[in-house]
């Protein structure tokens, strides 16, 4: 009994960082497929002067 209860816990353990980044994943996406093709390249941009990676 104590093997398959270790066992389930260690699938738990597994199995909650995978949901984890798809439920994050999901979010990703689907915010950046409703805004503005223009917010976008301007975020990208913004966030590309702020890290010193040139892009002009």
Known sequence: MNTQTNTLKLSVARFIP????????VTVISITGH????ALHDAAHDVRHATGFPCH
């Open 18 to 25: 995978a949901v984890f980044a798809a439920v994050l994943g």
């Open 35 to 38: 805004v503005q093709a223009a």
